[in-house]
């Protein structure tokens, strides 16, 4: 694994490389995927959020240069204010140097973090510090060629004790996803 150099700010990026992100990208373009959000993915996030119990779900279709949330459920409420009073404002994307997502995608198997504070290479993340995120539970989107087409997560501003049945059922909600995709034929079926 390879990492980035540092950021000009100094802070020494941990996000490993990507070397399947050309071949996602197409992939991705082929299956209409990853440019624009799905409602049925939004759908998809919502009952993962419920299920859960976690505030914050995504349907994450990484690229070369960015992380694209085509499902996305995020609180009405933002959990987090910060010390001026305002909330962040949580985007359908990020840089790949932000979040856990590109982790899972570089390992191809789940990211289990039940407090992001005792992992000193997550622990300085950016979304920890603009987004207050102290737990994260995902897993990759594993075609049936064997590539990754992106990840499926949710996150806590709270520590959360996943545990082995987290850890199950965000597998299992991956693999379910995966299928739907792949029986595409222009629109997702829900």
């Known amino acids: 694994m390879s990492y980035d150099p540092p950021r000009p700010a100094g802070r020494l990026l941990l996000t490993p490389e990507d070397r399947e992100a050309p071949a996602r990208t197409h992939r991705l373009r082929r299956l209409g995927l990853g440019e624009r959000p799905e409602p049925a993915l939004d759908a998809f996030a919502r009952r993962l959020a419920e299920f859960t119990g976690a ?39 990020l840089p790949r140097d932000h979040g856990f997502c590109p982790h899972v995608v570089a390992r191809r198997k789940a990211l289990v973090l039940e407090d992001v504070r005792d992992y000193p290479r997550f622990a300085g993340n950016p979304v920890v510090d603009e987004f207050g995120i102290r737990s994260y539970l995902g897993a990759p989107l594993l075609d049936g060629t064997g590539l990754v087409l992106g990840t499926v997560s949710v996150a806590d501003v709270e520590p959360r004790p996943w545990g082995k049945p987290g850890l199950t059922a965000i597998k299992e909600h991956a693999a379910q996803l995966v299928l739907r995709l792949e029986g595409l034929d222009g629109s997702l079926p829900y």
């Open 55 to 93: 505030p914050y779900a995504m349907v994450n279709f990484p690229d070369e240069q960015r992380q694209f949330y085509a499902g996305l459920y995020v609180p009405a409420v933002a959990p987090v204010v910060r010390g001026d009073g305002t909330s962040p404002q949580v985007g359908r994307a």
